[in-house]
């Protein structure tokens, strides 16, 4: 399998995540989102890690990896905490930073 | 160990001292942070020994260290370390402030000690010593001129100690900018140095410039070296720069002995000693150095005479010792300017001390006129004044005969025109005999004043007031002032400690360097002069003794003239004041220094500052500022229209412009 | 063979992620994006990172996801219109989206790497992707970066306890805490 296979379909989980993001409004799902896009990140540098023979490409993934996990405790913590407020889960209800 | 490790622990003791002074202040008792204070000068000085032996176990021609703790910068081809260079004139230097230092903290022990300000005195002091050390041992010319605005500040902060007190903070703000604008012919050298050879560092630059400056007095080396002067001559208080000392006795007497008479105010000759291979390319600027230093060791001579604020009297003998100094180092006499440098540390911080002694009792009040009879009233100040007198007369014997007897022997021998030094120098002598002994003969002989006959009845000194003698101005004793309370003179210990050593050292202090005897500093200094065709140049010792024989006489022929002034006859001083009143009137104006600075450079500044601030100010920075918030609102209100909160909008926006970078670089690929 | 698990993957994963986004319950959002994980870690596997697969399957789809699924059954499955207040998102979203894939497709497919269309180096060393090169990486290499990931961890552990942390469960959103009801004795 040539690797630009691998990279175009990193790009497509990439956009795909990216219109989630701007499609859907309830939080978790944007959260959800987010994680296509990162995976889409991983396999790119997951493919170049391969192309290069090298190792470190690996080691970045798992470095998203622990940058995912963190995002996703703060993340769904704060859905949580908003839930438990009688806030609406829906992001465009939260617009107090207006300017 | 080598010499450069001594060498940094001799800068890293006072800065620990003086930070740890500043951080505990009001957490120790005011006693300990003297303590501190002089443990952390004494440490230094005997590492400066440490290093000094060190340097002396090794072979002549190496005895010379450069360290450096890091790159302090590097940039487009500069490289600025954070270096201290250690030969034998770093050495000595290091020796003669730490020396001179310790004493004069633990003379401050005492003197300071009812004073309100006492851990912040000993931290500016700790301060000091380290910028006079780091000036001393710095490496390169960024380094120097660091030391040298150090040095400055602290001058400023101890001029201005008495904050309180507006007289003290104008003269503290009147040094400051004297010296700045010393810092910045410093700056401006340093630059040119760079732009001229490339490097920075003192062994490279002596090293490169004669292969740049192949011809003598080279435009661009004479540049330089006069750049350097301006910051020699204003840290050093020489004409046209001089007008900060006098002031600068508005600082406490510690503060005048140590900074103002050993150590600070000699940096300029440290400076041009140091600088001395570019000096020799450029020998127009040392003439220019010497010349300047002949004028300032006349005029303060002149000054000296008629002042009456005794400390003033002894600021202008300074200025003009340090004009020999001047002299001797323009004149290729280095080892003899060195050593005139530290005979003149003992014997002026002798006086300036002694003199502290003096104002204590008399209550801070410093006009000679109405001191009388000081000798049965305090006998070992007495006498401590009357060595110090002898020395910086150059009395036979003294150190200051030595000393100063050596700078006018070498212009003597350098002959040709250089015989003017030698004949100045004669003359400055003879005048120099009359302002120390007129201090003697006015304090201390007669029937006591008021205040000494107080001492002498009760043993205290009089509570006076505390009023500034100069101004009337009510002193605030808050926040440091000696107090009410304040009732040390020379009974306390720490200053009969420090004044008895140095009185020792100024009497003696000269044997060092006998000619033909021992000559210990000229062999010591050697090693950093060997480069030197001047340096190489000795009178002869014959030739020396004779020199020192014109000196003495001249020295006790000014004595007895002074004598006859103000004891034989004392009506005679009040006669040549009437009959010579136009010079009289010009010599106690000063040589209206003040007032020609003021019209030439204070005058316009102040004209061109008003015009900045009516009209520049107004029309062009306020026109500026209001439309520049003119132009930020609007721009701003167009933005805030994007700043909707809709969190996918931003995620939108972010998309839009990732597709457009991306879409510009594609287009630029194709 | 090596295209037929490729294809399969792929088609796997872009099913899963386009589940993500066009389902409109949270709950099975979540259950999609196992779906996508775990056809993604095939893929891991055939660019030869075993133990990236590995740690994708037991950390990812594994752990992270259960908090998902603990999250969504805790807010409840709350369905949001499919036609929301700002149409314009909704066209604009998914063509931005669009231009972005075929622009990175662009990039890659044109870019003048000569590596392109091969399948890497042909020869990588033994033992390449397995914990114990990953391992010695980073802990040689990036022992830096992964004390800074751990520390990250704890701070973000941290982070969420105090924001879902239960203190006034009753109060409003604006409400303030009265004075004294959080007494020193009070469990937090």
């Given at each position: ?45 997951l493919?170049?890690s391969r ?22 405790v703060?993340?769904?913590?704060l ?21 | 160990?080598?010499?450069?490790s ?56 190496s ?8 790159t ?100 503290g ?16 050298a340093?630059?040119?140095?760079f ?76 400076l ?22 002949l ?21 202008y ?22 050593f ?23 209550a ?6 109405r ?25 036979p ?8 007897d ?24 003879f ?27 009760t ?11 100069a ?5 605030d ?60 140049m ?9 020199g ?21 006859r ?7 004041r ?6 009289y009137?010009l010599?106690?104006?000063k ?8 019209f ?7 004209g ?35 700043q ?14 990732t ?12 | ?30 259950l ?31 752990a ?15 369905e ?16 931005i ?27 990588v ?14 802990l ?15 701070v ?8 879902a942390?239960r203190?006034?469960?009753?109060t ?17």
């Open positions: 399998m040539a690797i630009e296979w691998y990279l175009v379909l990193s790009a497509m989980l990439f956009s795909i995540g990216f219109a989630g993001v701007l499609v859907r409004r309830n939080p978790v799902v944007v959260l959800l989102c987010l994680e296509l896009m990162l995976s889409g990140g991983a396999l790119a540098m493919s170049f192309l290069h023979g090298d190792g470190d490409g690996q080691v970045f993934v798992l470095m998203v990896l622990v940058v995912a996990a963190a995002e996703v703060v993340g769904l913590g859905v949580v905490a908003m839930f438990r407020r009688r806030i609406p889960l829906d992001v465009d209800e939260m617009k107090e930073l207006r300017g | 160990m080598n010499a450069a001594w060498g940094w622990l001799v800068l890293l003791f006072p800065l620990l001292g003086s930070i740890f002074i500043g951080l505990t202040f009001r957490r120790i008792p005011p006693k300990a942070a003297g303590l501190v204070g002089i443990a952390a000068i004494a440490a230094a000085f005997i590492c400066g020994i440490a290093a000094v032996i060190s340097l002396q176990g090794e072979p002549a021609e005895r010379h260290v450069a360290d450096s703790l890091w302090y910068a590097s940039v487009g081809g500069l490289s600025i370390d954070l270096g201290i260079y250690v030969d034998p004139l770093s050495a000595f230097m290091v020796l003669v402030v730490t020396g001179v230092s310790s004493l004069i903290h633990i003379y401050s022990y005492s003197y300071m000690k009812s004073d309100a300000g006492y851990h912040r005195f000993f931290s500016y002091l700790n301060f000091f010593v380290f910028s006079m050390l780091l000036l001393v041992l710095a490496g390169n010319f960024v380094l120097l001129v660091v030391g040298w605005a150090f040095v400055g500040f602290a001058s400023y902060a101890l001029i201005s100690y008495w904050y309180r007190r507006e007289a003290a903070t104008r003269a703000m009147k040094a400051f900018v004297i010296n700045v604008v010393g810092d910045i012919g410093l700056v401006l340093a630059i040119l140095i732009r001229e050879l490339g490097v920075i560092d003192y062994g490279a630059v002596f090293e490169k410039a004669p292969e740049v400056f192949t011809t003598t007095n080279e435009w661009t080396a004479v540049a330089i070296c006069l750049l350097l002067l301006v910051g020699a001559f204003a840290k050093s208080a020489q004409m046209p720069f001089h007008t900060w000392l006098a002031d600068a006795m508005e600082g406490p007497t510690p503060v005048s002995s140590l900074i103002h008479a050993a150590t600070m105010v000699t940096a300029g000759v440290y041009v000693a140091r600088a001395h291979p570019l000096f020799e390319l450029a020998p127009a600027a040392a003439d220019v150095a010497a010349i300047v230093g004028v300032t060791l006349l005029v303060a001579g002149t000054i000296a005479i008629v002042v009456t604020d005794l400390k003033r009297i002894i600021a003998s300074t200025m003009s010792q340090i004009g020999y100094m001047f002299v001797a180092v323009g004149i290729g006499a280095y080892s003899a300017g060195m005139h440098l530290m005979t003149h540390a003992f014997f002026k911080a002798l006086l300036f001390m002694a003199a502290g002694s003096v104002i204590a009792a008399m801070n009040i410093q006009n000679i006129d001191m009388k009879g000081f000798y049965k009233a305090m006998p070992f100040t007495a006498a401590m004044l009357i060595i110090g007198a002898l020395a910086l007369s150059g009395f014997g003294t150190s200051g005969w030595f000393s100063k050596e700078i006018i022997d070498f212009a003597a021998f350098r002959g040709g025109w250089y015989e003017i030094f030698a004949i100045g120098g004669y003359i400055g002598a005048m120099t005999a009359i302002y120390s002994f007129r201090i003697i003969f006015r304090i201390l002989p007669g029937p006591p004043c008021e205040e000494a006959a107080h001492l002498i009845e043993g205290h000194v009089v509570h006076g007031e505390p009023v500034n003698p101004t009337g101005e009510k002193e004793i808050e926040v440091g002032y000696p107090g009410e309370d304040h009732h040390i003179a020379e009974q306390a210990m720490g200053m009969k400690i420090g004044m008895s050593v140095l009185g020792f050292l100024a009497l003696v202090g000269g044997l060092v360097q006998i000619p033909g005897v021992t000559e210990v500093i000229t062999h010591f200094l050697e090693p950093t002069f060997e480069d030197s065709p001047l340096a190489a000795h009178p002869t010792v014959a030739e020396a003794w004779k020192l024989a014109k000196g003495a006489v001249i020295s006790v022929v000014g004595i007895a003239f002074t004598w006859w002034l103000y004891i034989g004392p009506s005679v001083p009040e006669t040549l009437r009959t010579f009143s136009p010079i009137t010599f106690i104006n040589w209206y220094g003040d007032e020609i600075i003021d030439l450079i204070v005058k316009p500044v102040k061109f500052g008003r015009f900045a601030n009516n009209w520049f100010e107004r029309y062009a920075i306020g026109g500026l500022t209001n439309g520049t918030i003119a132009i930020v609102r609007s721009a701003s209100g167009a933005v805030r229209d994007l909707t909160g809709m969190l996918r909008g931003y995620a939108l926006l972010m998309a839009v412009g597709v457009a970078i991306l879409l510009y670089f594609l287009i630029r690929g194709l | 063979m090596v295209e037929v698990a490729f294809f399969f993957g792929a088609i796997g994963a872009i099913g899963g992620a386009l589940a993500v986004v066009l389902l409109r319950n949270p709950f099975y959002s979540v999609a994006l196992v779906v996508h994980l775990v056809f993604l870690a095939g893929i891991f596997l055939l660019l030869l990172s075993q133990f990236i697969a590995a740690a994708q399957i037991v950390v990812y789809a594994g992270v996801m259960v908090i998902y699924v603990f999250v969504a059954a805790y807010v409840g499955g709350i949001e219109p499919m036609f929301d207040s700002s149409p314009k998102l909704r066209i604009f979203g998914p063509i989206a669009a231009a972005l894939f075929i622009e990175i497709s662009i990039a890659v497919l044109g870019s003048s790497l000569t590596a392109l269309g091969t399948e890497g180096v042909a020869k060393e033994s033992g390449f992707g397995t914990p114990e090169a990953v391992g010695r990486l980073m040689e290499d990036f022992l830096i970066a992964f004390e800074a990931a751990s520390l990250l961890l704890l973000a552990a941290v982070a969420a306890i105090v924001l942390g203190k006034d469960e009753t409003g959103p604006s409400a303030t805490v009265p004075a004294g009801s959080t007494g020193p004795g009070e469990p937090g």
